[in-house]
């Protein structure tokens, strides 16, 4: 199948294209939509907090997002109730990291 000719461009600017100028304009740093973290392996990293704000209540980032198999205690112990040698099985025949 052959597209045609003006099927070939985007219509728009991929969503991207913009982003690194979004942190420097004035008005998202005056609402405070930035939050800054540090992950354990990315380091320091500026993310997008929610676009609105609600009166009472603070902004804070819950923390960075969980490494590679971070929560695999958590999850697969407390939550899904495998013993620790289940999953120490699962992690030796990498089912789980």
């Known amino acids: ?3 045609p000719k003006s099927c070939k461009k985007p219509a728009s600017p991929p969503p991207c294209a913009h982003h690194r100028r979004r942190f420097l304009r004035p ?3 005056e609402r405070g939509i930035f939050l800054n ?3 354990p392996i990315a380091g320091d990293l500026t993310l997008y907090d929610l676009p609105w704000q609600a009166s009472g209540l603070g902004r804070k980032a819950a923390g960075p997002a ?4 971070e929560n695999n205690d958590y999850v697969f112990g407390d939550i899904l109730g495998l013993s620790k040698d289940e999953i120490a099985k ?3 025949e990498q089912v789980i990291y």
């Open 66 to 69: 969980p490494t590679l198999g």
């Open 27 to 29: 008005h998202f740093q």
């Open 1 to 3: 199948m052959k597209l």
């Open 90 to 92: 699962l992690q030796e």
């Open 37 to 39: 973290v540090t992950h």
